[in-house]
């Protein structure tokens, strides 16, 4: 199993960029699908960004598509979560997450899917 930590979070205003970083480790990093979830205070985890083994393959929830982009590299076994033009409702506990199923297998990207979790970094937009 892969032991993920996430880094990167903090306190930002409307229209400001961050990006957060995930780092793994213990199996072979390249093997898996990455994705990234969030939650918000009050409210259940929801799915954000997904990106194949390769990094070939993106997807995108509706509500942060064209605003955020993930990547990876496998070298470094990492991924990161570039967030631009963020919202005060992009508020919330940012997760990645690991699944050994194939990027085409996972929608829609249910929490079940994913056996490997962070522990989250925090992400605040204010108005």
């Known amino acids: 199993q892969v032991q993920l930590v996430e880094a990167g979070g903090g306190l930002v205003q409307a229209g400001d960029s961050l990006r957060l970083s995930c780092t793994a480790s213990g199996v072979a990093f390249s093997l898996y699908t990455m994705a990234w979830f969030r939650q918000a205070p009050g409210k259940g985890r929801e799915f954000v960004a997904a990106?194949?083994?390769?990094?070939?393959?993106?997807n995108y929830a509706d509500s942060v598509k064209g605003r955020f982009t993930t990547s990876r590299t496998n070298m470094e076994n990492r991924v990161f979560l570039q967030m631009d033009s963020l919202k005060p409702e992009d508020t919330a506990l940012y997760y990645c997450?690991?699944?050994?199923?194939?990027?085409?297998?996972?929608?829609?990207?249910?929490?079940?899917?994913?056996?490997?979790w962070g522990q989250g970094t925090q992400v605040t937009v204010s108005s």
């Open positions: 997450a690991a699944s050994s199923k194939s990027f085409r297998a996972l929608p829609p990207y249910s929490q079940t899917d994913f056996t490997s």
């Open positions: 990106i194949s083994s390769t990094g070939a393959f993106t």
